[in-house]
């Protein structure tokens, strides 16, 4: 079984720029959660997409958006990059709400 | 403000002895907790849960403990081996709200041959 998959694994940006970073689920995985992780901190939660719809959404600003595609992968918009953006964002899904989460590895986001 | 809080940033143990990891939660709504480890460069890997029913489960070599009135958990690794050196985080879910995981900053695990 694949596991969750992300693209791509290093992303180069300056301030001011927009990045796009891409998660495929595991199999038959309809949820799709995405954490920010700055350095030295935890897992911020960022976003949770299920059946193609939002669920629910953590305290970032509205330049951090998404969608989930019909085949239930996902991608994750950052508008008007910010040094603070700098971060591992993580990609995991699961197959309902009330199970473990699976991670991705991440992509590195580095605003120059 | 920390909901989930993980006290120490790092623990170095001899391989072979037990390695204990402390989490504690503010959140009296929890009610589901998790242990992850993550590798460098790799995405954090579920590890073992535990139900605010229970105050004890098990999946070999490592154990986890809850202690609800002082709101706080523990990860016990028994024997400790070199290739458990990773980062752990505790997550705590609240199964009457979002089902989001809110995750402590983690403990760095040294494990030494």
């Known amino acids: 079984e694949a596991g969750v998959t992300q693209s791509p694994t290093h992303l180069i940006k300056t301030r001011g720029q927009q990045a796009t970073l891409r998660c495929s689920p595991i199999s038959g995985h309809t949820s799709v959660y995405w954490y920010q992780q700055a350095l030295g901190l935890g897992l911020q939660f960022l976003l949770w997409y299920d059946e193609g719809e939002e669920r629910n959404r953590g305290n970032f600003p509205p330049r951090f958006s998404g969608r989930q595609f019909p085949n239930y992968s996902s991608e994750l918009n950052v508008n008007a990059l910010e040094l603070e953006d700098s971060a591992l964002y993580l990609c995991?899904?699961?197959?309902?709400?009330?199970?473990?989460?699976?991670f991705g590895d991440g992509t590195r986001l580095s605003i120059l | 403000d920390q909901q989930v809080k993980q006290n120490s940033p790092s623990l170095s143990v001899q391989e072979g002895r037990i390695s204990i990891l402390n989490c504690d939660y503010t959140?009296?709504?929890?009610?589901?907790f998790l242990w992850y480890k993550k590798y460098p460069a790799e995405g954090p890997t579920f590890l073992i849960s535990i139900s605010s029913i229970k105050d004890k489960n098990e999946d070999g070599r490592f154990t986890v403990f809850l202690n609800k009135s002082a709101k706080h958990l523990s990860l016990h690794i028994v024997p400790s081996q070199p290739g458990d050196s990773a980062v752990y985080f505790c997550a705590a879910i609240s199964s009457g709200g979002s089902y989001i995981p809110t995750f402590g900053r983690g403990t760095s695990l040294i494990v030494h041959p």
């Open positions: 959140n009296s709504m929890f009610d589901y």
């Open positions: 995991a899904s699961s197959l309902t709400p009330y199970q473990p989460q699976h």
